[in-house]
């Protein structure tokens, strides 16, 4: 039987739900140390001094850090940008300024975590606060420099045009103007924090056991911040908790356990993050600003063209930015066949978190901004949403986006009908008309989103022609062990996407056996695993490269197996068949009794190599493969190119009921479609739609990072940031299409960043609900707070004119 597209038991869960599961702060040791990190409260401030003489000299302390130990053994870690951005000083501690709240000034190794907290509070450190700028737009006018040394906040601007966007605008049947749209801050919040435990060993070598998601990036940067060769930098991972992105810049971090580790002797150092500290100082997905927006459209509806400027609020350290004004490019026109396009990006640093890649990075707010215009143009309009979206929709494939993007698959008209039959349209949108008559608040909201995976690193170059990235690649290693079990070594590090799962069932139809029989290492380490620079769980990709690395090892193994086994049964090679016999996993002679199993295969190469004489010396059963997508260095100067390989679609309807008395939105249907292509496990990809809902239903209606006019987090904790939990969800009624990928061997899409249609879906929703009292929603987050604010003061006359 063909195993990818059934739902076999997870092999993870053997161990997970019987609480065997190994995460970073489960690691105990004799003589282990507990790292605490003592931050600033305030966003920007001059540090004049820090004394640690109290905290040091309380016993159980084993040593104190502070900038001057970051100075001396550390260098600023690398910057993606251009110059000036380019000479942002970023080191694991704050030297001789704060440049926000929660950033590290000290850290403290003890025998415990309370005695390393008590003795952060005995640190005594002299301030004086400056004012913070907290807006990108005031950022961007550099009256306030949150980095001295550059003479700006600006980190990039370009600008992304395409086709004659003037014509189009000019022959335009109408022209909408929104005046002013904001896509919020918020995280994916994964249940494990961050955490690591490092050992500075006696050979000068570094060992880290983690839960970073691009752990053969996060080696890359550690390396030479810490000034030490690469090959001296070991980084381990097993079981994750969740990442959506946001662990990839904990190596900032880690770096501090490495320091203390060395200043202590060598003793082994376990930091573990408490819940406040993610949230203040872990790292925000992007807050995006668009202003200026002009959309022009023919007469029934269609958008020809679309102006726009962007404005993206990075936070205090650029860090993986910024890449992200780059990244929102690859899904430009979101679902849409508009060709004519202009678009200036800009982004700033400013006092706040930095940002790091979140659930759907970069693109999904670009995604928001295209189905924020299509709504916003449809209502004006008088258009229904649904039809405003067929219009709109792309319908031939392969498609290509005005700038260069190649859309593999997909049919968005069908996944429309399908969840409007799941949704029970017709039965909706009679109830919203009724209630309405009532005076009831009642919308229905279409969200449709974009899953672009498989990343060109070329895109890097658009934003620095000077990095050294480009194309993209993962690896995979399998053999037949001396027992002849099949053991498979991934180059990713899964965090909760069932990997493990998945890869033994293309295992296991490419040798016609169980599932059972192939063993997938679990975890990830860079002493052992195969890896490449682009190895990593990020930009839902391993359904793409991580499966083609392993089908392509599987291709190769078999080549061998077949060869070898032919030798042995004296048979021609197309005469063998993989299969299981009496003695477990085995090749055939078709036809025949004859047959040599796995183990006598691996005792030959392995043990019994004298009886070849010599022969098949190619023959080793464990061999190595590394996919490389097709992919071209991007046009730099024209911004042009196919920066990802592959395009997933998620399409969401939700019906919303808005309470008079409390302004709550609350869910009173919703339907749930995806298309990934080929789908390799069904059950763990309504998982990943599933879990994206969530998200996304919690960051539209509860989950907002706000800060004061000082720059203080004002939601730094689960009782004000209120993330979504099982009693906030709806049912979700779900469907899938399958429209198979021409790029990838299988069909299949990755899928895992669907989080994004949610927060289009519910502001559409929300909007519906509330067009009729005046209001237009500007604002990705749909809280009661906001709505109330909406309805108290009603802007559509200010937010959006038509002419």
Known sequence: MSWVGKSPRRKEDDRLIRGQGLFTDDELGEGMLQLYILRSPYAHAKINSIDTSAAEALPGVACVLTGKDVLEHCDPYMQLALEPAA????????????????????????????????????????????DAVLDVEEALKDEILVHDNIGTNRTWQGVYEYGDVDKAFAEAAHVV??????????????????????????????????????????KQLLAPGLRLPIENVRVRTYDVGGAFGNKIWNYVYMALAALASRKTGGRRVKWAEIRTEHMLAAGHGNER???????ALDKDGVITALRSRHLDDCGAYTRYEPLGCVIFSQVLPATYKLRNIRIEMNQAVTNKCPVVPNRGYSRMQQLWFMERVVDICGQELGIPADEMRLNNYITDFPYETPNGCVYDSGNYPAML????????????????????????????????????GTNNFGQAQIMNPHLPFSGNSEACIIRLDFDGAVVVTLGTGPSGQGHETSASQVVADELNIDPSMVTVRSGFDTNWNTFVGHSGSYASQFAVTGLSAVHGACQ??????RKLAGFLLEAAEEDLEFGVGEEGPQLKVKGTDKAVNYWYLSNIVNNNNAVLQGALEDVTLNV????????????????????????????????????????????????????????????????????????????????????????????????????????????????????????????????????????????????????????????????????????????????????
């Open 177 to 218: 103007k929104i005046d002013r749209l904001h896509f919020h801050r918020y995280s994916s919040t994964p249940l494990e924090n961050n955490a690591c435990v490092a050992e500075w060993t006696r050979q000068g070598t570094v060992e880290f056991l983690c839960n970073n998601n691009f752990p053969g990036f996060a």
């Open 624 to 803: 190595r493969h590394v996919y490389r997508p097709p992919f071209n260095v991007p046009d730099v100067e024209k911004k042009f190119g196919n920066l990802t390989l592959t395009y997933a679609a998620q399409l969401h309807i939700a019906v919303v009921e808005i309470d008079p008395a409390t302004c709550r939105v609350n869910t009173l249907a919703y339907a749930a479609v995806d298309d990934c292509g080929t789908v390799i496990n069904p059950q763990i990809a309504h998982g990943q739609v599933h879990g994206a809902t969530v998200h996304g239903i919690g960051a539209a209606i509860m989950e907002a990072f706000d800060y004061d006019e000082g720059g203080n987090l004002l939601t730094a904790t689960f009782s004000d940031y209120c993330p979504i939990t099982s009693m906030n969800i709806p049912d979700i009624a779900y469907g899938n299409i399958e429209t198979p990928s021409p790029f990838s061997y299988n069909g299949a899409k990755g899928m895992g960043e669907g989080g994004g249609a949610p927060l289009h879906t519910m502001s559409a929703a929300v909007q519906d609900a509330l067009h009729g009292a005046g209001v237009i929603v500007t604002d990705s987050f749909v809280s009661p707070p906001r709505v109330y604010e909406l309805l108290q003061n009603p802007n559509r006359e200010t937010a959006v004119s038509v002419g």
């Open 289 to 295: 600003t668009y202003v200026d927006t002009e959309v």
């Open 417 to 452: 009908d399908k969840a409007k039959e799941l949704l029970d349209w017709d039965k909706w949108a009679a109830y919203r008309d009724q209630a309405r008559s009532e005076g009831k608040h009642v919308g229905i909201g279409i969200g449709t989103t974009l899953d672009s």
């Open 87 to 130: 000479n942002i000083q970023d080191y694991p501690l704050a030297r001789d300024k704060i440049h926000f709240q929660g950033e590290p000034v000290a850290a403290v190794a003890a025998e415990t975590v309370g005695l390393a907290m008590d003795a952060a509070e005995l640190i005594d450190v002299d301030y004086d606060m400056l």
């Open 556 to 561: 190769k193994l078999k080549t061998e197996m």
